[in-house]
Every structure is written in structure tokens, then in C-alpha cells.
């Protein structure tokens, strides 16, 4: 049996500049930061000549044409496994759609584990870049490569997206102290909205595409916060890097009437009244967690259980994509 597992994601600045329709012209940054909730795959070798599929669905099938699971078909192909006699099964910490970047977590643990079984070694950057290719260019989502690489390298991790679609990875440079303090003031809390990045990221690239000029400044605002979220963490001023995350949030709203709601705004002033210094929608919009730097964590927590809204707690993960078993 073999067990693999990929951290899920949070952002922390720069977030939707990792769409080719923006870094081909303009190159993005962002800052990604993996967290201690995986996707687990395990998978073991059958007796009988089938491939057996267990997520939210059962599949029984005897060729890879017949998968339903297109990231698990995809895989499969592009690893040129020919309809093996395997059981691939997978579960999660938390839901998908969650705005965590479950489904670049979801591929990264799953190629891991097929590299695995067929006895290769396969590098960070190689496991991260097939994980884009199935899905952006084999299934054409309308996503970034954010979620692929912070899944497969872990850690707090600045990403440079260059025009011809290399990423460059660097470590952020933080003290262990504000690491520490940076954890330890941040809260994250489930809204119960569920939605899919790619819907609500297609408006702002084929925006992108025709080079809508307000799309753009968004974009460049956004990368520009990046830059000033990096600057404001490896200098230790944390405040200042919730005061961004404030801005950033405003700019994400702007992007799509689909990035937020009435009740998630209501909630987010409601957190900025209770201990909550800055904050935003972690992921694409639309749903799935606010995140909150906090002045008075106690208060927050307090805040939002009365409003009615859950607390994840999290820690950061420094390793990505891993084998358990």
C-alpha cells in the first residue's frame, strides 16, 4: 500500500496573478502558504483486473477511457498507465470547493503516489509542473499554478510567475519569532459557502484575455500588495501586512460580483469590530474561509462562534507533498 498526502493552501498576498492570461504579458507574485489540513490518497495494487475508485463516488472500470474522475483519468494518462489492476482512494481533511486549493492538492498527492508505484523519483518542480499540465492543459480549468506548487514545495513560498510560464520558488524570509506570531495571530473561519475556483475565475480571464484595462490595474495593484505583503512579513511588521490584507480584500471584490456576498461582508465588518485588525476570502471568492489577522484572538473567536460561524485552527506545513506509507 502506498499513502501519499499534499497540505492545503492559504494565501497571503498577490492572489490571481498566477493566470497565464496575466503573467504571459506582465509576470505575477504571489505569496502561498501550505497548512497542516492534507488531501491523503492511498493506493494499493488489485487481485483482479479492474481499477477501483473511491472519492465521493464508486467506480469500478476496466480501462482508463472509463473513469469518470477526469483529474484521475488525466493522471493516469499522462504517467502512461494503461488501465492497472489498482485501487485509488482518497479522502481530505476538509471539503472541496473551500477555497483552499484542495483540487492541486487533490492532483500533486495522487501523481506522487502514482510515481511511486511505478518506482520513479520525480523532483518537486517536475511533480508541480504535471500537476498544472493535467489540469490546465489537459482539462483547460480556468485556474493559476498557485495551488499545484504550494502543494507540492509546502512552506511560506514567494512564486514569481515569468512570462514564458517558468515559476520561480523562493522561501520567505521570516524570523522564526514572527513565524511564530504570524500563526499564531491568524484565524480562519467557515463561511458554509461552497463554490468552484474555476467559475469564478473565468470572468477575470478571458477579462485578462481582452486586456480590460481595469481588470489590468486590478491585477498590477494586487501584485504590488505581493510585493509589500513580503516586505512588511520579512521586516516583522505584521500589522501593517493585516492593514494590506484590508486592501487586498477591496481589490479582490472588484474583480467579479461573484467574489463575495451580503453575508460575508456583514461577517467581515462584524470581525473587523471584534478583535480582527484585516482579513479577506481565502481562494477564488465566493465562499469557503475568512481569514483574519487578530489583534484579540479571544474576542474574534468569541465574535464569530455567537454569529455562528465555525473556527478551523491551522498551523503552517513546511514539507508539501509527501509519502506516509
Keep these: 500500500m502506498i499513502i501519499t498526502k499534499s497540505p492545503l493552501r492559504i494565501s497571503l498576498g498577490g492572489g490571481g496573478t498566477d493566470l497565464a492570461s496575466y503573467y504571459s504579458e506582465h509576470e505575477g507574485f504571489l505569496i502561498s502558504a501550505a497548512i497542516d489540513k492534507y488531501v491523503y490518497i492511498t493506493l494499493n495494487r488489485n487481485f483482479v483486473n479492474e481499477l477501483w475508485l473511491k472519492y465521493s463516488k464508486i467506480e469500478h472500470v476496466t480501462s482508463n477511457g472509463e473513469i469518470q474522475h477526469p483529474i484521475i483519468r488525466e493522471a493516469l494518462n499522462l504517467l502512461d498507465l494503461k488501465s492497472p489492476a489498482i485501487e485509488i482512494t482518497s479522502l481530505a481533511d476538509i471539503p472541496a470547493g473551500t477555497g483552499l486549493g484542495s483540487s492541486g492538492s487533490f492532483t500533486t498527492a495522487l501523481l506522487k503516489a502514482l510515481h511511486i508505484y511505478k ?74 459557502y461552497s463554490h468552484s475556483a474555476s467559475s469564478i475565475l473565468v470572468d477575470q480571464d478571458q477579462k485578462s484575455r481582452k486586456k480590460d484595462s481595469d481588470m489590468i490595474q486590478n491585477l498590477h495593484d494586487v501584485k504590488q500588495m505581493g510585493y509589500d505583503s513580503k516586505k512588511a512579513l520579512e521586516e516583522g511588521r505584521l500589522e501593517d501586512f493585516a492593514d494590506i490584507m484590508n486592501v487586498h480584500w477591496e481589490h479582490k471584490k472588484r474583480r467579479s460580483g461573484g467574489m463575495s456576498n451580503p453575508q460575508i461582508d456583514e461577517w467581515y465588518e462584524y470581525a473587523l469590530k471584534n478583535g480582527a485588525l484585516g482579513g479577506k476570502l481565502i481562494g477564488a471568492g465566493g465562499g469557503g474561509f475568512l481569514m483574519f489577522y487578530c489583534r484579540n484572538k479571544q474576542q474574534l473567536r468569541h465574535a464569530m462562534k455567537k454569529a455562528g460561524l465555525m473556527e478551523v485552527r491551522f498551523r503552517f506545513d513546511p514539507q508539501g507533498t509527501r509519502v506516509v506509507v
Design 119 to 192: 518506482g520513479d523519483i520525480v523532483s518537486t518542480r517536475t511533480l508541480a509542473e504535471e500537476a498544472c499540465t493535467v489540469e490546465i492543459e489537459k482539462l483547460g480549468e480556468h485556474i493559476g499554478k498557485q495551488d499545484q506548487y504550494i502543494a507540492a514545495y509546502g512552506g511560506l513560498t514567494c512564486m514569481t510567475f515569468r512570462k514564458d510560464g517558468y515559476v520561480w520558488v523562493e522561501p520567505l524570509h521570516i524570523s522564526d519569532e514572527d513565524l511564530y506570531n504570524l500563526e499564531d495571530n491568524l484565524a480562519m473561519f467557515f463561511t458554509g
